[in-house]
């Protein structure tokens, strides 16, 4: 007489649950290390929200960045920068109510804290004529609201630098030196 070849209702049960166990295991593992192992992208942008309207004569602030970079939340002040742009200039007087992106590059998985800037010239039309100003700072360093921008892989998190100048360093300034008033937020 021929055995019986159909396994009992109670182990077929156990190994679709285990099979599904496992199944379940590798699509969260594989989630998990999607979002936190795969590179992310950082978009920075800029905007100029003025203290205070800038005063009639100012015509326009050309400001030329030579580098834009975010630094990764417990690195080393020498190390942790990655490059988001290395060229770009812009008018604020095109940004004081809607943004403008700067750069956008791939970044490892992570959280950022900070962002600085490297800036070779600011520009300011006053009444017709172009007068080149400086930074005191060759590299500011701005600290990113909150708790920093967290990027998961494959997402881009949006950073937006806000960036003016007082009316009163651009009109009455000898050293041709202007200290820019900066924030950082994830937008």
């Given at each position: 007489m021929a055995q019986d070849t159909h396994q009992p209702m109670a182990k077929r049960g156990k190994r679709t649950i285990l099979l599904a166990l496992v199944l379940v295991l590798v699509v969260v593992g594989?989630?998990?290390?999607?979002?936190?192992?795969?590179?992310?992208?950082?978009?920075?942008?800029?905007?100029?929200?003025?203290?205070?309207?800038?005063?009639?004569?100012?015509?326009?602030?050309?400001?030329?960045?030579?580098?834009?970079?975010?630094?990764?939340?417990?690195?080393?002040?020498?190390?942790?920068?990655?490059?988001?742009?290395?060229?770009?200039?812009?008018?604020?007087?095109?940004?004081?109510?809607?943004?403008?992106?700067?750069?956008?590059?791939?970044?490892?998985?992570?959280?950022?804290?900070?962002?600085?800037?490297n800036v070779s010239a600011i520009i300011v039309t006053i009444s017709g004529i172009n007068v080149t100003f400086t930074m005191p700072s060759a590299s500011p360093k701005i600290p990113i609201t909150g708790a920093g921008a967290q990027a998961y892989g494959a997402l881009t998190v949006n950073i937006v630098l806000d960036l003016s100048f007082k009316n009163s360093e651009i009109l009455n300034n000898p050293t041709l030196k202007l200290n820019p008033v900066a924030t950082a937020e994830v937008a």
């Open positions: 594989g989630v998990v290390g999607f979002l936190f192992y795969a590179p992310s992208n950082a978009q920075i942008s800029i905007r100029d929200p003025p203290q205070q309207p800038y005063d009639s004569s100012v015509q326009a602030i050309y400001v030329s960045f030579t580098s834009i970079e975010i630094h990764s939340a417990n690195a080393g002040d020498a190390s942790g920068w990655h490059t988001v742009t290395t060229s770009a200039t812009v008018n604020l007087f095109t940004v004081l109510n809607v943004s403008k992106v700067l750069g956008k590059a791939s970044l490892p998985a992570g959280r950022y804290t900070e962002l600085r800037f």
